[in-house]
C-alpha cells in the first residue's frame, strides 16, 4: 500500500496496527487477576498451616459458599474448568452411562475426550439452538432404557451461560432438573460463567443454581477474576421427587467418595489455602457480581457500537458477555494482527469477541475504531 499524503483513512488505518494493545478480546481467561483477590493470596502467604485443604482458610471459604448456596452443600476445589467437570461426571455415572449434552459444549468440543476417557461414559451430543438444550431435544435422545445393548442416559449437561454467550432462562432450567429427576437422572452445570449468567438476569448464585434443581455445579473462578481455581458443588436433593437420600450426616450422597475421585484425578491441591482464599475473596462484597456485571456492561457497549458499522452483523443475542460477530472474511486476519481473538464458525467468518472484569470503555471503542477502519478499507 502507497501512503497518499493528507489520507485520514490512511492514518487511522495505520494507528490500528502500529502497537498491540495490553488487552484483547479472545477470552476472560486472558484477563490479569482482580486485585482483591491478589492481595488474598498475599496475607494467606504466611506462616504454616496444613496442606491437602485441612487448614482454616479452606473451611472458611467452604463456609463463605454455604453462606450463598446453603448450609448443607458440599464444596471442592479443583485447579480448572476441564476437571471440574470431568470429575462432576464421575461422580454421577457408571462407564455404562451416558451424558446427555449440547453438540457445542466445552466437554463436547473442548476438552479432549476427558470426559469420556475418564469417566468410561459416551458424550451424546444433541442440537442445542443458541446454545441451549431443550425438552424436546432431550426426550428424543432418551431412549434405549434398560436395553442391555444401549448406554443408559444418566446425565443431563448444560452450560451456563453458554457457549454462544446466551442463557438459560429460570424455568428452562427447572424444567430440565424435573425432566431428569423424573427419569432418576442427575442435572450438571457447567458454571465457568454462571456469575455472568446469574447477574445478567439479576439473580443470587443460589437462585441461578439450586434452587433451579441442579444436583452438581462446575463453579467457575478463573473466567472471573481469579488466578486459577474452580470448585465442585453437590447439593442436597431437596427438589428431588424422591427426597434427600441416604448418606453420611451433612453431606449430599454424591459427594460421598469425591475426596478420592478428586485425589485420583490429580485434582488435590497439596497447599489448598492458595485455591480457597481465591474463591472465598471472589464470594465476599458481592465481588463475584461486580466483576461480572462490569464484563457483561462492556459487552453490550460492544455490541451497541459494532451495530453501527453496516459490514459487521451480530449473529447471537448478547446476554452475558460475549459477543458474536460476521465479519468481511479479509478483515479478520487484519484485525487479529493487532487484537488477539477466534474464529467461531471460520466458514462463515463468524468470529467470538469476550470482555473481561477488566475491559475499559476505551478498550471497546479503540478495538471498535479498529475494525471500523479496517472493514471500510476492505
Known sequence: MVRAEGSEEFAGLLDCF????????????????????????????????????????????????????????????????????????QALTRPFHAVLCSEMSHIYTDECGAP??????????????????????VTHAYHGIGDQHHVQPKVISITQSTEMGTVYEPAEIKALAQFAHERDMFLHMDGARISNAAAAQGLTLRQATRDLGLDVVSFGG???????????????????????????????????????????GMQLASKMRFLAVQMEALLTNDLWRRNAEHANRMARLLEEEIKKIPQVKIVYAVQANAVFAQIPRPAIKKIQERYF??????????????CSFDTTEEDVRQFVACVKETVEAG
Open 116 to 137: 469420556e476417557r475418564f469417566t468410561g461414559c459416551k458424550l451424546i451430543p444433541l442440537p442445542a439452538p443458541l446454545g441451549k438444550l431443550t425438552l424436546e431435544t
Open 18 to 89: 502500529v502497537m498491540k494493545p495490553s488487552r484483547s478480546f479472545a477470552s476472560d481467561n486472558n484477563a490479569v487477576v482482580h486485585p482483591e483477590v491478589m492481595e488474598a493470596i498475599g496475607r494467606a502467604n504466611q506462616g504454616h498451616v496444613v496442606g491437602y485443604g485441612d487448614d482454616p482458610y479452606t473451611e472458611s471459604a467452604v463456609r463463605k459458599f454455604r453462606e450463598h448456596l446453603g448450609s448443607d452443600v458440599e464444596v471442592f476445589f479443583v485447579f480448572n474448568g476441564t476437571a471440574a467437570n470431568v470429575l462432576s461426571l
Open 341 to 354: 481473538f477466534y474464529p467461531w464458525i471460520e466458514e462463515e467468518s463468524v468470529v467470538r469477541w469476550m
Open 222 to 264: 478463573t473466567k472471573n477474576g481469579l488466578m486459577g481455581v474452580e470448585a465442585v458443588v453437590f447439593f442436597r436433593p431437596d427438589l428431588h421427587p424422591s427426597g434427600p437420600k441416604p448418606g453420611p450426616p451433612g453431606a449430599p450422597e454424591l459427594a460421598r467418595d469425591f475426596l478420592f475421585t478428586r485425589k485420583q
